[in-house]
């Protein structure tokens, strides 16, 4: 099994910034590509945004030119830095990594709030 244990949440004014983490507590399994998804109250979760073992990035329209998805994977861990945050960015950020051990799974986070006032 794989843990991920996320961090950095939090409130914030519009226009701040914040930066999210999350670990992978694990040294058997390989892991592949990494995401962040968020879900606002009372809609479903959505993709933020995607990074590959080998750095390739994908982001949603609405987070491009504000949001930096990154990796390290000497610590199996992802980054998400949110900067020029809107109110509509508030929700719970969940972290997913696909793991690989005799076969693929994905693995999710525990979700951490963050909340944009306006």
């Known amino acids: 099994q794989v843990q991920l244990v996320e961090s950095g949440g939090g409130l914030v004014q519009a226009g701040g910034s914040l930066r999210l983490s999350c670990a992978a507590s694990?040294?058997?399994?390989?892991?592949?590509?990494m995401g962040w998804y968020r879900q606002a109250p009372g809609k479903q979760r959505e993709l933020v945004a995607t990074?590959?073992?080998?750095?390739?990035?994908n982001y949603a329209d609405s987070v491009k030119g504000r949001f930096t998805i990154s990796r390290d994977n000497t610590k199996n861990t992802v980054y998400l830095q949110m900067n020029s945050l809107k109110p509509e960015d508030t929700g719970v950020y969940y972290c997913?990594?696909?793991?690989?051990?005799?076969?693929?799974?994905?693995?999710w986070g525990q979700g951490t709030q963050v909340t944009v006032s306006s």
């Open positions: 990074i590959t073992r080998g750095g390739s990035t």
């Open positions: 997913k990594m696909r793991a690989f051990l005799f076969q693929e799974n994905d693995y």
């Open positions: 694990t040294t058997t399994f390989r892991i592949n590509a």
